[in-house]
């Protein structure tokens, strides 16, 4: 594990940045772009799993279990967003053996934890808009960055080479979310809000 012993080092004062490899390149390059989104995308679990130790204390037996699991998968969520972040930092020619990669099985976890959470929650007959209590109102945040996230991976992949359990992972990372936003909600007792197509102007 490398030992951060400054956090300033000047390096990037001209608008470049380092790969793992060495390399210097633009700090709007692609591969910088993904990453630094993928940083984002864990940013704002983060927000979320400081949300969810906001309610935990002041909810019942069954809330209080739920965000406890929440937290678990949201915490192995950034374990595995900052593996990820490792990788896109890396150029293929410069990995190493046993570096931490995402696997097939990542995502096949993931859709574990969709199914599970889906069989607490009552079918979507429309559309909902984003928002409920804080930690589903940011894990909605966290889906919308996900989904950007995996654009520009998809864009990246275009000229470079990116492992397609990547690709999977994080599409389907934001289905997760999306599913653990309505399932907290559900938990705390949150309605959501429907979308209308005819709606009106209050008043």
Known sequence: MPKLTRIYTKTG???????????????????????????ELSSVI????????????????????RSVELD????????????????????????????????????????????????????????????????GAFLHQARTVARRAERLLFALSESEPIEPEALVYVNRLSDALFVWSRWINHALGRPEHLWRADTKPPG
């Open 72 to 135: 678990e998968w949201l915490a192995w969520t950034q374990d595995v967003l900052f593996n990820l972040g490792s990788d896109l930092a890396t150029l293929p020619k410069d990995r190493w053996e046993g570096m931490p990669r995402i696997t097939a099985e990542d995502a096949r976890a993931l859709e574990r934890s969709i199914d599970r959470c889906q069989q607490d929650l009552p079918a979507l007959d429309n559309f909902i808009h984003p928002g409920g209590a804080y930690p």
């Open 46 to 65: 983060g927000l979320a799993r400081a949300a969810l130790h906001d309610v935990k204390d002041h909810t019942n037996d069954l809330t209080r279990r």
């Open 13 to 39: 004062d001209s608008g470049t940045t380092g790969l793992v490899g060495g390399q210097r390149v633009k700090k709007h390059a692609p591969r910088i772009e993904a990453y630094g989104t993928i940083d």
